[in-house]
């Protein structure tokens, strides 16, 4: 009987959160250095460029590579020969340690659980609780995959129950070309096919963690049936045109992996969940002895890749002084480099932004001619202004855009991922814009932040309104005045006749 003790548990799942907070793992730098090489449009390799200078930044300044620091997923193999030398059960224990990890000093991590998903959704506070499953296998050892996953891929996750027949890539196809941006691709799809409707998602959930290997296959090509599945989607994903956030490009999957269980003989059951730019997860294993250890990556993993901010690729924009002139003047896939103050808006603060409104009361900043960007930070640490602040998904504001640009006169909003038509529409006939910053480089667009304060809605947490002063923020011109949508003309632009 191997003896496991409970501080070995905590203190590795708790480094291991740290870890993959700030250090990308090697294969997913490795595809991701190739998609950039591979990709051919020039919005979509400017994404990816910063979404690599964003991991080293990271990796170096050992801050999180993206302000959403995720979900904690914590999945355990308990050998039936393993005892732990608790009283306690393993889900205190994954909560103490993701308590240790998003509360350190030196690197704080986002809060980013609300307790009550059906009413007041109040915040944790400390990112408890983890989602744990534990499987007792045979042995005497305890394998631990920990992972932090962002909500905008997880709020892509689809699942069907397909007939015998049905051809799984056509549905997988059909999805996907259907989840728009949010989930910040370049990035990796899980897929879990059979079992039941429960263990597909867990198998998809599992299989995306996978160590990644689609450069070896494509080159080697595939030896047996699941491969030629993971192969066939991989080619028609791409083939789509979608492309880094959404931009349109030859590269929106940079990995496809399956995982499959006998099923019923009526059903098909089918889980798909994909993974942002952000793949963050560990893999360890106690065996009595002691805590685990984590090797720090060798940093020349890491392209050193330089960013084009020429004058010639942006255009300067004082946020201090927009005009509606100025605002017609850009175009869809103009890239700007933005300076002044913008306000930080997302969900919550929106919600009750538009509360107010209806009640006939102001909202409590004035966003009259001003830019909201559609963030959650991270907590700032040491000399920081602010934590890593990339944005959030903007499809998800779409249902309060219209009132709150009726009602306070605002005239951009950055944030990412495309809008809805009635969004979209709304925007043309105030004349104002959509931009986006890219998703999963958000240490490096904090770096444009040059002073931050807390506003307004202090109670909501990452959620509350800041007044940001910004330098030369980088981002795009995704729906102009004209209402002209940078997601919908760009993938169709990269999108295969055949696809
Ligand atoms: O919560 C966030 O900061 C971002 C979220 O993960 C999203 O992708 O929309």
């Known amino acids: 009987m191997t003896i496991i003790q409970e501080c070995d548990i905590i203190d590795g799942i708790a480094e291991a959160l740290q870890f993959i907070s700030y250090y990308h793992p090697p294969d997913f730098i490795r595809h991701m250095k190739s998609a950039l090489e591979r990709e051919e449009s020039s919005s979509a390799r400017d994404a990816i460029t910063q979404i690599l200078v964003n991991s080293r930044m990271a990796a170096i300044g050992r801050r999180p590579i993206c302000q959403d620091t995720g979900t904690v997923n914590v999945f355990i193999k308990l050998g039936m020969k393993v005892s732990i030398a608790s009283d306690r059960t393993l889900q205190e224990m994954v909560d103490d ?8 000093d030196d690197n704080p991590l986002r809060a980013s659980i609300v307790l009550d998903p059906i009413s007041k959704r109040t915040n944790s506070g400390d990112n408890t609780p983890g989602m744990v499953h534990v499987d007792l296998v045979s042995g005497d050892k305890m394998e631990i995959a920990v992972s932090a996953k962002g909500g905008g891929s997880e709020n892509k996750a689809r699942f069907t129950v397909l007939e015998p027949s049905d051809s799984v890539s056509d549905w997988v196809v059909k999805n996907v070309a259907g989840l728009g941006a949010g989930w910040c691709p370049p990035g990796i799809l899980g897929i879990g096919i059979g079992g039941s409707a429960d263990k597909a998602m867990l198998m998809a959930k599992e299989a995306m963690n996978e160590e990644m290997d689609m450069l070896e296959l494509v080159q080697r090509g595939p030896s047996n049936l699941l491969e030629e599945l993971r192969l066939e989607i991989f080619e028609r994903v791409n083939a789509l045109g979608i492309g880094a956030q959404g ?22 059951p089918l889980a798909v969940i994909p993974n942002c730019a952000a793949t963050r997860h560990m893999h360890f294993e106690l065996d009595g002895t002691g805590p685990a250890h984590f090797t720090p990556p060798d940093l020349s993993d890491w392209p050193e890749l330089v960013l084009d901010r020429t004058a010639s690729q942006y255009k300067h924009v004082n946020l201090d002084q927009l005009t509606e002139t100025e605002i017609a003047a850009w175009h869809c896939g103009d890239t700007l480099l933005l300076s002044g103050t913008l306000y930080t808006g997302r969900d919550a603060a929106h919600k009750r932004m538009v509360e107010a409104l209806r009640a006939g009361d102001p909202v409590p900043v004035d966003l009259k001619g001003k830019a909201i960007y559609y963030v959650g930070p991270v907590d700032a ?36 991922a495309e809008r809805g038509k009635e969004a979209i529409e709304s925007i043309a006939r105030h004349k104002a814009a959509y931009l986006i910053a890219v998703g999963g480089a958000a240490y490096l667009v904090s770096k444009a932040v040059k002073s931050a304060k807390r506003v307004a809605y202090n109670d909501l947490g990452m959620e509350a309104i800041y007044e940001l002063r910004v ?4 981002v795009t011109v995704a729906v102009d005045c004209r209402g002209e949508s940078i997601h919908t003309l760009g993938p169709a632009k990269w999108r295969k006749l055949d696809a």
């Open 381 to 416: 640490v040491g000399s920081e202004i602010i934590g890593p602040a990339g944005p959030t998904t903007a499809t998800r504001m779409d249902r309060f855009t219209d009132e709150v640009l009726g009602g306070t006169g605002l005239k951009v909003m950055i944030g990412k």
């Open 247 to 268: 931009l349109g490009g030859k590269i929106t999957l940079l990995d496809v992996k399956i995982k499959t269980f006998p099923t019923h003989a009526a059903s098909l």
């Open 471 to 474: 330098e030369e923020m980088p």
């Open 97 to 104: 340690a993701i308590r240790r990890a998003y509360l350190n």
